[in-house]
């Protein structure tokens, strides 16, 4: 056994005996993939007594991109014995011992595929600890759970990774370190952790006692040798960040452009690494006097301008010099994490400004501590067994947390539990608002934040929530003058998204179940909590007859609600796949539904059936929050919260009547509508879908009409030099119309880029490829890939249009990528949108990205990992995509072209986009390759080519497509060695 020095060795060891092992496979899936390596460590009371290392022989070939992972070769285990000799050596060296692994399933998975290929009696007896899970909620706000993220929380260092022997020892000292770490949990969190599980089949049963033993044991030597773990690892829980106090000032004064040029040289001269841009710089003037004209500026900043840096100064000062606060919204989480976590805080060390800006996000991203409160005093009334378990990991985060905002707990997945988190969240329907004792004393969290916001000189949000404010009359953000809106080039989508309606079965279902859910252990829901009040309520027992029976019936409308509607969805499902003219987009089908369509003469009558019962179902409600009011509240235990969520429900299904009533009676001339089927064959969950034809007027009712300013900006709004689409879209032109007596009150400004694209990149169009349309073309683009990859050698990302076309091309290449050592990546096909992009840019170059409509903007890889980029297609919309079909009819009907109007700027937009993946830094180089022929035949190919921020050359064949790229990449090898 190798030496090795025990980096968690303590006083007082773990009395646990186990087994932590790893597994090394060539692939994902148990079914059709193998073992190549088993790796394992026995402990004893803290201490590694045994350890087992084998590497196996799979009889099939190992892909490169396992090889790159492990290290494992061909070689490697060509003379290593097989599966069949070496599991049963595994199996005796764990006896009965409990097995530790980190994500246990993977493991176990394989382990008992093999064993029962081998004719071996499955599943396993021995009882599995899962470090991945038990770390969710011992550590809740982790980054990433992944095993190196928490070994380096724990300040673990070990020699290797990604081996299976180093793994399966890391996952030992992992177990040991969670549970020193569960220790010093504090009692009343360990006492919750235990209430929440009682009764539950939990696999960490045992270990919660021990660790409740030994927490009681230990709890004085354990404050005394306090251990210390890399805070780097956890999620960023601040939301305020400075101090001070946005006030109104009598005497406002302007934005001087010399203090903003000041501000500019501050940061060069103090700031390490950062020079002064003069594209940065001419944003920041024209930021400052649109906030001193009254402004609405839309300015397009092209990539390395340092936009966010050009809009702070001037907004910092506009709040200073003039007490207005100014709310900065963003598209995606990533720069809105960027510019609270990173250019607020540079800016307010190197300014010498003194300045409080809040990160603030909708109401339903925070924990309700009421809420939560109740659901843990009434869990077998409030949550169903498996919701037990779901919950754990907020129970240690709820005792830390400072912010309440969910985000931080990366241990629970709202996606992956809505219905649970919607029982505890700050929802409108859930908050008794200035009733509420946590609002009083201080410890809500929602308006904790929105105090603070409510004085902040910046506000950042994102474009959710700016959408979600303006339907609510500003009762988020409050009032406020001035606004950014950076990503603007995203306002159309999101704001017609959000916008829009939408009913689906799952919408109905969360109604149902928050009223009543019985499952084979017992039943919850709000109505059985009614009827346990009612019951213990010390009011006469006419009363409590009147309500139990109003709750029984209540009870029966929410069960027959469900069997209605999941009957109304199956039958909607079974139409739309019955419909000819259906069409997948982005893997579901869509239909238009215009006013004569089908739809709504088969669909009527069940309709209508559906409202009844909800109808039904609202007047039961009515009458139990009725007899609720009716009756002397003192005397019944939680009397305001069950009338809260009574009233609740009540909205919820009002709201579910007035949206079946919006949809039957489509207004064609404002909306457009569609159904969208269920994305699998197993499937019911199609829903009805409408969204505003038109966003621009309700942009300048609800917003545009209260501000004095807006500055509108991101790298791509401009078509062909023209600001004139964008400005249409968003209703910017009703802005001007209407302003005339002010012709400057919509600015319209490109500044441009720092970066040399003339130097730091070469565009070739080859003109010898056959039409997108033509048969061939998906053979002759893998033809391309595998001639400019193999020859260049360099990071690879090629944008598709369509999965279609991706999946053909990466499976009609993936051999010959294999065969060269080069890891071919595949969205859709290799992992989530995340891990390939972290697999791709740890490559450092050796690695080909196949992406489609994710990857055309918001990914960020800068250096040797991305130094050729192909555009397979030019990025049209889909013409008979419901909306796209009814905004070039709408257009058709003015008289207009609606290819020219609006197919083409859209394409050109995301064009660009694509093309903004390349160069990122000012020392990055690339080539584009842009394979569509119709980007330089076509009349309109002009409009796209002359958007790029230089020259590209036609190729009239492959070799000297190669010569071009040899002679771009060779120049700037040579620049490199000179300097």
Not at 564 to 573: I, K, R, V, W
Not at 775 to 794: A, D, I, W
Request: glycine share 6%; net charge neutral; with cysteine.
């Amino acid at each position: 056994m190798r030496e090795r020095t025990n980096p968690v060795k303590e006083t007082n060891p773990i009395p646990l005996h186990y087994v932590a092992f790893d597994l090394e496979t060539t692939g994902l899936n148990p079914r059709e993939n193998r073992i190549i390596e088993i790796g394992a460590v026995k402990v004893i009371d803290g201490s590694i007594t045994d350890e087992f290392d084998q590497l196996v022989d799979p009889r099939v070939q190992i892909p490169y991109h396992i090889t790159r992972l492990t290290g494992i070769t061909k070689e490697d285990v060509s003379g290593a014995q097989r599966i069949e000799q070496v599991l049963p050596d595994f199996l005796k060296f764990i006896e009965n011992l409990p097995l530790v692994a980190h994500n246990a399933p993977f493991d176990v998975g394989f382990l008992e595929r093999s064993m029962a290929d081998l004719g071996m009696r499955t599943p396993m007896s021995n009882r599995v600890y899962d470090t991945f899970e038990l770390s969710k909620f011992i550590v809740p706000q982790m980054r990433h759970h992944s095993l190196s993220s928490l070994l380096s929380y724990f300040n673990i260092r070990l020699e290797n990774a990604h081996s299976a022997f180093d793994d399966a020892e890391g996952a030992a000292y992992l177990l040991y370190s969670l549970i020193k770490r569960w220790e010093t949990i504090d009692l009343s969190t360990f006492n919750l952790i235990k209430t929440v599980v009682t009764g539950a089949d939990w696999p960490f049963n045992d270990l919660l006692k021990l660790s409740l033993e030994r927490s009681k044991k230990y709890a004085l030597s354990r404050k005394i040798g306090a251990k210390t773990y890399n805070k780097e690892e956890l999620i960023r829980a601040d939301n305020v960040f400075g101090n001070g106090s946005c006030q109104e000032l009598d005497n406002p004064t302007r934005i001087a452009k010399k203090e903003i040029q000041e501000g500019l040289t501050r940061l060069s001269e103090r700031m390490e690494g950062y020079e002064v841009r003069p594209q940065q710089q001419e944003m920041s003037f024209l930021t400052g006097e649109a906030f001193n004209r009254n402004q609405f500026l839309v300015v397009e900043a092209g990539t390395g301008t340092g936009k966010s840096i050009g809009y702070l100064i001037p907004a910092i000062l506009n709040a200073i010099r003039r007490g207005e606060r100014v709310v900065i919204s963003t598209n995606t989480k990533n720069l809105q994490e960027q510019l609270f976590y990173q250019d607020i805080p540079t800016l307010h060390r190197y300014l010498d400004k003194n300045f409080k800006a809040v990160l603030l996000k909708g109401r339903n991203n925070y924990i309700c501590r009421r809420r939560w409160y109740e659901v843990l005093q009434n869990l077998d009334v409030e949550l169903i067994p498996d919701e037990r378990q779901h919950l754990l990991p907020l129970v240690v985060w709820a005792q830390e947390t400072t912010s309440g905002d969910v985000t931080e707990c990366n241990g629970f997945k709202v996606y992956q539990h809505p219905s649970l988190w919607t029982k505890i969240n700050a929802d409108t329907s859930n908050c008794s608002s200035r009733e509420c004792p946590h609002f009083h004393n201080g410890s809500c969290f929602l308006y904790n934040i929105r105090r603070q916001a409510s004085d902040a000189h910046l506000v950042v949000v994102n474009h959710s929530l700016l959408f979600s404010d303006l339907q609510s009359e500003n009762s988020a953000l409050d009032q406020y003058s001035r606004l950014i809106i950076d990503e603007a080039h995203n306002l159309e989508r999101v704001a017609t998204d959000f916008l829009g309606n939408s009913l689906s079965v799952w919408t109905l279902k969360a109604i149902s179940q928050r009223l009543y859910t019985k499952t084979a252990r017992g039943e919850t829901g709000q109505l059985v909590k009614l009827r346990q009040a009612v019951a213990m309520s010390r009011s006469d027992l006419n009363w409590k007859g009147m309500m139990q029976s109003l709750i029984f019936q209540t009870v029966t409308d929410s069960h027959k609600l469900w069997e209605e509607s999941m009957a109304y969805f199956q039958n909607l499902t079974d139409f739309i796949r019955g419909l000819e003219s259906a069409k997948v987009y982005k893997g579901a089908r869509k239909i238009r539904l215009l006013s004569n369509h089908p739809f709504f003469s088969k669909f009527k009558d069940p309709t209508d059936d559906l409202k009844i019962h909800l109808e039904s179902l609202k007047q039961h409600l009515d009458r139990l929050k009725e007899g609720l009011e009716d009756e002397d509240s003192s005397r019944i235990d939680h009397y305001e919260t069950l009338r809260q969520e009574t009233a609740g429900r009540i909205g919820d299904i009002q709201g579910l009547i007035d949206t079946l009533d919006f949809f039957f009676k489509p207004d064609e001339e404002l909306h457009v509508y569609w159904l969208e089927g269920a994305r699998k064959s197993d499937s019911f969950d199609s829903c009805l879908r409408s969204a505003p034809l038109e966003v621009g007027p309700i942009l300048k009712e609800k917003l545009y009409d209260n501000l004095k300013s807006i500055v509108f900006t991101s790298a791509t709004i401009a078509v062909n030099q023209s600001f004139k689409f964008f400005n249409e879209r968003v209703g910017l032109e009703l802005v001007s119309v209407e302003s005339l007596t002010e012709k400057d009150r919509v600015v319209s400004k490109q500044v441009g880029s720092p970066f040399d694209y003339e130097h730091q990149s070469l565009i070739l169009a080859p003109s010898y490829l056959p039409e997108p349309k033509s048969q061939s073309y998906t053979e002759h683009v893998g033809e391309l890939l595998k001639s400019m990859t193999f020859f260049s050698r360099r990071g690879t990302l090629a944008l598709f249009t369509s999965y279609g076309m991706l999946n053909k091309v990466y499976h009609n290449v993936k051999h010959d990528f294999e065969s060269k050592r080069i890891m071919l990546l595949g969205q859709g096909q290799d992992g989530s949108r995340t891990s390939l992009l972290n697999r791709f840019k740890d490559e450092g170059g050796n690695a080909v990205l196949f992406g489609t409509d994710s990857f055309w903007e918001g990914v960020d890889i800068p250096g040797k990992s991305l130094e050729v980029l192909i555009i397979t297609r030019l990025p049209f919309l889909v013409p008979d995509e419901p909306l796209t079909e009814a905004y070039q009819e709408a257009l058709a009907k003015k008289g207009l072209n609606p290819f020219e109007k609006y197919m083409i700027p859209k394409a050109v937009l995301k064009f660009r986009q694509g093309f903004g993946r390349l160069i990122r830094r000012q020392d990055d180089i690339g080539l584009v390759i842009i394979t569509d022929i119709r980007a330089t035949r076509s009349r309109y190919g002009s409009i796209f080519m002359n958007s790029l921020p230089t020259k590209y050359y036609q190729i009239r064949s492959e070799s000297e497509m190669l010569r071009s790229a040899k002679r771009f990449f060779d120049y700037h090898s040579s620049r490199d060695k000179e300097q």
